[in-house]
């Protein structure tokens, strides 16, 4: 059956002043939603009847089979693609870099589109974390970070600007093509703890660069795009979103997007939160506790996980240990205890191990669950709170290099 797309080509194959040249940028389908992805091709004159198998069509070769070019796409005639193609676009940012730690871990630093606003094309990091049963992809929202975290190195990168839907969702596809994720890919070469399921991405962490409830809008409609059980399909209790503590939108996220919460915790007291994360000064401890004793879906098997980096002398008391124990009475709550990673110019120090343990035992018999994050990909800085895009520096060297 011809349907109005298939016209239009016809028509624009007989008119030289409708040919694709004359018709501006074109649209990434990428990061659109069911909604967004329908008004495009209402646009490019699909018939009201064929719009809902045309949009499932190519939503399941972006999303599902993780199809490139419309060329790809044989299910859709050749004039349509053309068009498609003439019209549209579905994009992945670039790998400017890519690192593999000695444990597995890998890191890519990607490029993304210049916008109108950019002074240059923007550059994110994304990391893979594998486990034998698991393998965690840890993304950004953020180019940048406005928190000034004391103890984190994104946090002395300056915010340049939220990242995009497109954006964020593109992190997932450009990891799963790097890691031969979809369906009929050849294995990969390198499969060093790669998980043997079906899936090598089988949870995301918004741990990377940036605040994620200040991308709000952004973020949420990433997540219902990658969540979405006809597309990559990854359940919301698969998909944890870790805040520095935006109260104002903590519960909110929960109601809107409900996936799992981590809590970025770090201190027992004001003064030395507002220290080292300095968003407490706007919303203090018990501001940030209220609000995660009320979101929305709390359980035992929907628990809060609190993270908590180990900083020699300045957090890792056994009486902060005990404040910990008593500040979280009554939420369903896990708490990861970090080994701090050190970067250059930093001046924390990782607690002694000794010391971790004797804090986590405490922890453990207030009957909460206290599991030491074993330090991945420390080698390449992609441990937690080691990020920080790598664009300056490689930049100073090509200069240098150029000299």
């Not at 990061?31 to 646009?43: I, M, P, T, Y």
């Not at 005639?77 to 549209?88: E, M, Y």
């Not at 890519?98 to 871990?105: A, P």
């Not at 593109?170 to 060093?192: F, I, T």
Request: some cysteine; overall charge neutral.
């Amino acid at each position: 059956m011809v349907d109005q797309l298939d016209m239009a080509i016809q028509e624009a194959g007989s008119n030289p002043g409708k040919a694709p040249a004359d018709l501006g940028p074109r649209v990434s389908l990428t990061g659109l939603d069911r909604s967004e992805l329908d008004a495009e091709l209402v646009n490019l004159g699909i018939a009201p009847k064929q719009l809902r198998m045309r949009r499932n069509q190519i939503w399941n070769w972006i999303y599902v089979k993780g199809a490139l070019d419309f060329d790809e796409m044989t299910d859709i005639s050749k004039a349509a693609r053309s068009q498609l193609a003439s019209r549209c676009a579905i994009e992945r940012p670039e790998i400017t870099t890519e690192q593999i730690s000695t444990d597995g871990t890998r890191k890519w630093l990607l490029r993304l589109r210049q916008q109108a606003t950019d002074k240059k094309a923007p550059e994110v990091e994304c990391v893979y974390i594998p486990e034998i049963d698991r393998g965690t992809l840890c993304i950004s929202s953020q180019v940048g970070c406005t928190l000034n975290c004391s103890f984190c190195h994104t946090g002395t990168q300056r915010l340049v600007r939220n990242l995009t839907a497109e954006e964020i969702v593109a992190q997932v596809l450009v990891a799963r093509d790097q890691l031969h994720d979809w369906p009929g890919q050849e294995p990969l070469n390198d499969r060093r703890l790669i998980p043997e399921g079906p899936r090598k991405i089988t949870n995301i962490v918004l741990m990377g660069m940036g605040e994620p409830l200040y991308n709000f809008d952004n973020v949420r409609k990433a997540i219902e795009i990658i969540s979405d059980n006809e597309g990559i399909s990854l359940s919301k209790r698969r998909i944890t979103l870790s805040t520095s503590g935006i109260v104002s939108q903590i519960g909110r996220w929960g109601d809107e997007a409900g996936t799992m919460l981590a809590i970025s915790l770090h201190a027992t007291r004001d003064d030395l939160r507002n220290e080292l994360v300095p968003i407490n000064t706007k919303w203090p401890i018990k501001e940030l506790l209220d609000a995660c004793r009320n979101y929305p879906g709390l359980s035992n098997a929907r628990r809060i996980t609190f993270e908590y980096v180990m900083l020699k002398g300045v957090n890792d008391s056994l009486s902060d240990a005990r404040e910990l124990v008593r500040l979280l009475a009554g939420i369903p709550a896990k708490i990861n205890l970090i080994p701090f990673n050190p970067w250059p110019g930093t001046r924390y120090e990782c607690s002694d191990w000794e010391q971790i343990e004797k804090f986590a035992a405490i922890v453990n018999r207030a009957g909460y669950a206290s599991p030491v994050r074993t330090p991945r990909g420390r080698d390449i800085f992609a441990a937690c709170g080691q990020l920080k895009s790598d664009s300056e520096r490689l930049a100073a060297r090509a200069r240098a290099v150029a000299e």
